[in-house]
């Protein structure tokens, strides 16, 4: 007998207040390339490469040694500050990146900490690559819509910096063109930081609604994108298979959607706005192109902030509303993807 998940749809959960923060540190892809000028010549390729396949001009990074917990702090004030929610209605703090300032304890309890959250407020990490925000989002709309907690925070931040210098280092040490081509999605990251307060419509009456959301997964492709901490490397190292990752994520996002529709009653021509997860200009256009999707719905944010992971799409999603480019009461579709293969997509009316 085959059971079906239930259903992921809310009526009573909020985005009462969003927040990020992003580095002042730009650099290039030229400049990234430019570091790599002996591999580059003993390989016999031409700078320009990157972005010419990327579409990355620049992304930003927090200075060496910034810990998460710190940017992730600063934007779960900044959005508590706007959501109007008490701090003792916080019942859940989730800090939810690939980035953690260690492994025990949880950089959510030095946030905790930094923010004075009452001690009632359960915190954790959850850590799922590029999608642990949207997962977050989910696990605490969840635990709000049942009544079991007001309102929550969910906060992430990531800093590309120290898997770009080890990916450098690495190469420059051992490089090949079949080595490079597998590097060359950790030349893609950025940094950021974002920040979600999600509470009880009653909280905040105005806020935009999350309606629902909907997961698949393709864990096949596991091998397809893995990272970890290499002996002898100052950082974490990646190797990604991007032409096999870019089909098979945009095959589990093709099902996804069709499923999305179905869940949350929706039709593409109902959907206003798209905030997509940002890897690269091919991924995204491959994307839309297959989702039937106007590119002109979309708001791209990865030519000039490169691939944020976790941070990404809460980051191009706040960013969106401020520039005006998402307009009040409008239905707006979230599309996540994350290595492993998992896709999440969100469904908000502002």
């Known amino acids: ?30 400049q990234i390339e430019q570091r790599l000028a002996a591999l580059y010549d003993r390989l016999g390729l031409r700078e320009g490469r990157l972005e010419l396949m990327t579409g990355i001009r620049e992304r930003r990074f927090f200075a060496a040694g910034t810990r998460p917990s710190s940017v992730a702090a ?6 508590m500050s706007s959501s109007g929610v008490e701090r003792d209605r916080i019942g859940l703090l989730v800090h939810a990146s690939v980035c953690r300032d260690f492994l025990e304890p949880s950089t959510a309890s030095v946030v905790h900490h930094a923010l ?17 925000f ?11 819509e049942c009544g079991a907690i007001p309102a929550a925070l969910i906060v992430a931040a990531e800093n590309g910096r120290a898997l770009v210098d080890a990916t450098i280092e690495e190469l420059l040490a051992r490089g090949t063109k079949q080595s490079l081509k597998q590097a060359f999605a950790s030349l893609t990251i950025g940094a950021g930081g974002a920040a979600w307060v999600l509470a009880q419509r009653s909280l905040a009456p105005g806020a935009p609604s999350l309606l629902g959301s909907t997961a698949m997964a393709d864990t096949t492709a596991v091998e397809l994108c893995q990272g ?26 093709a099902r996804t959607f069709e499923r999305f529709l179905e869940e949350q009653q929706w039709t593409r021509a109902m959907i206003q706005r798209v905030i997509t997860h940002q890897v690269g200009v091919a991924h995204r256009r491959l994307l839309l192109d297959t989702l039937r999707l106007d590119k002109a719905l979309d708001y791209p944010t990865v030519e ?7 941070v990404s799409l809460p980051l191009s999603f706040h960013e969106a509303l401020e520039r005006g480019f998402v307009g009040s009461g409008e239905r707006v579709a979230l599309l996540g993807i994350g290595s492993g293969l998992h896709c999440m997509m969100l469904a908000i009316q502002t």
């Open 304 to 310: 000039r902030l490169g691939n944020m992971g976790s």
């Open 134 to 144: 949207a997962n977050a989002v989910t696990l605490a709309a969840s635990q709000i």
């Open 74 to 79: 600063r934007a779960g004030r900044a959005a």
């Open 1 to 30: 007998m085959g059971y079906r998940v239930a259903l992921m749809r809310f009526r009573n959960v909020v985005v009462a207040g969003m927040a990020h923060v992003l580095p002042d540190e730009s650099v290039t892809s030229s």
């Open 228 to 253: 970890d901490h290499a002996f002898g490397t100052a950082g974490p190292l990646m190797q990604t298979d991007s032409e096999g990752l870019l089909h098979a994520g945009n095959a589990l996002a």
């Open 116 to 132: 004075e959250l009452p001690a009632s407020a359960q915190a954790y990490d959850l850590s799922n690559a590029c999608l642990g």
